[in-house]
Each structure stands twice: as structure tokens, then as C-alpha cells.
């Protein structure tokens, strides 16, 4: 089946610090990866929908500045958190799928900001 | 506007017996897809289950089935023999048109334990 590898699996890092997490999907183009991000014993909140070869579009709410997310490929989509602070400490997850296809996920990334 | 409920915060199940956890849409799209995933503790998404609005048999998969009933707009994943390593997380989700780029709407969740 489609398999979608996400990394790092985790992440400490001191305050201020810009964080990479790359999604890549292995056996499949996925023309449209998604990212979430989810709180303990929450469901998965959408960040930001992302198309290789245009701009991501972001959920109401989500800092672009902050979440910059860059689908470089049809294989690959990053997301980095710019100066990281302690609130955004959470389980980053990303997504891809093909058109009328189940959404296929990554292991997520835990992400710990001291 | 799509949205999914599961009114089921958490549910506990006797292993070897069948669970039925709850999910119920609202959608004004006449074609969608639901779909079923399962989230351990160690946090991924494991695709479990889906099912076509236009479907005319309920899906199975394995110890999976989908209890699809369109005109009550519930689409309930039953798990028979239920097993320790059942016990996790699980999301309803439906797909929105390709309007809405194609995204998927998660419920809240059940938390299912299987107890031994």
C-alpha cells in the first residue's frame, strides 16, 4: 500500500530555534499533501493544504509566517516552525493522498520546545 | 458546511466480543467518502476502512465492517472479535469536494479499550 514516511519522529529544541519536518510519500506522486497538528486526546486540527507547485492554502487561524510549508516536488512537503516557542510544543502529522484515494499518513512528529 | 460527530468519548469492550463505535455526518455533496482510521498510542494514523456514498454494499475489511446508513447519515465501524491490540483511537473522516481541495473532515475520536 501507499506508504508516507514523515522525519524527524522527534524533536527537542531550545526556544527560538526553526524546526524542519519533511513528509514524503515513497510509492506514489501526491499532488496534494496535508498538515495537521493535534493536541493529547484531541482530533486532527487541518493546518494547511499543500499543492505541489503553488502556495499552501491555511487553515483560518494558522500563522503563515509561523508554519511555512514548501511542496517542492510531488513527492515531498516540508513544514517549518519558525522560532519555535514552548506553545508550539505538540504531534505535527502530515498527509498525502491521490484524487479519490484514502488519505495515507505519516508517523507524525512529537514536537518538544523547552 | 461538513462535519462529522462521534458522540462516543470513550468505549470499553470485553476482548473476543464486537464493538460498534458511532459516527454520524452532515454533508449537502452528493458524492463523499467516509473513511475509518485507527491511532495507536504511539501516535500514527492507520487507514482502517471506506466506504463511497454511492456504495450499495456496506464495506468490510477483516474484523472491520462499515455500518452505512445514508438516510440517517451514519456510517458506524463495527469491530467483531475484539482484540487487545484493538485497543486505541479511532476517527471518522469524510472527504469534502474537490471545491474544498479535497480535505478531510475528522470526527473527536474514540478511545476503545479492550479489556481482557
Known amino acids: 500500500g501507499a506508504v508516507v514516511s514523515q522525519h524527524p519522529s522527534r524533536v527537542i529544541c531550545k526556544s527560538g530555534t526553526s524546526v524542519k519536518i519533511e513528509c514524503r510519500s515513497l510509492?506514489?506522486?501526491?499532488?496534494?499533501m496535508f498538515w495537521y497538528r493535534q493536541f493529547p486526546k484531541q482530533s486532527l486540527m487541518l493546518m494547511a493544504t499543500?499543492?505541489?507547485?503553488?502556495?499552501?492554502?491555511?487553515e483560518q487561524g494558522v500563522e503563515k509566517d509561523k508554519f511555512l510549508i514548501n511542496h517542492a516536488s510531488l513527492t515531498l512537503s516540508t513544514l517549518t516552525v519558525t522560532s519555535a516557542h514552548p506553545e508550539d510544543s505538540s504531534f505535527y502529522i502530515c498527509s498525502a493522498s491521490l484524487r479519490n484515494q484514502p488519505q495515507h499518513f505519516g508517523d507524525g512528529t512529537r514536537l518538544s520546545i523547552l | 458546511a461538513q462535519k462529522i460527530t462521534q458522540t462516543q468519548p470513550g468505549m470499553f469492550v470485553q476482548e473476543k466480543e464486537a464493538v460498534t463505535l458511532d459516527c454520524t455526518y452532515d454533508t449537502s455533496d452528493p458524492s463523499y467518502g467516509l473513511f475509518w482510521y485507527k491511532q495507536p498510542s504511539s501516535g500514527e494514523m492507520i487507514f482502517l476502512i471506506y466506504?463511497?456514498?454511492?456504495?450499495?454494499q456496506n464495506a468490510t475489511e477483516g474484523r472491520y465492517s462499515l455500518n452505512f446508513q445514508k438516510a440517517r447519515k451514519s456510517a458506524n465501524l463495527v469491530i467483531s472479535a475484539s482484540q487487545l491490540g484493538d485497543s486505541a483511537m479511532y476517527f471518522c473522516?469524510?472527504?469534502?469536494?474537490?471545491?474544498?481541495?479535497?480535505?478531510?473532515?475528522f470526527g473527536t475520536g474514540t478511545s476503545l479499550t479492550v479489556i481482557p
Open positions: 499543500s499543492n505541489e507547485g503553488s502556495k499552501a492554502t491555511y
Open positions: 510509492d506514489f506522486q501526491a499532488t496534494t
Open positions: 473522516a469524510m472527504r469534502g469536494n474537490s471545491n474544498t481541495g479535497n480535505q478531510f473532515y
Open positions: 466506504q463511497g456514498s454511492y456504495d450499495q
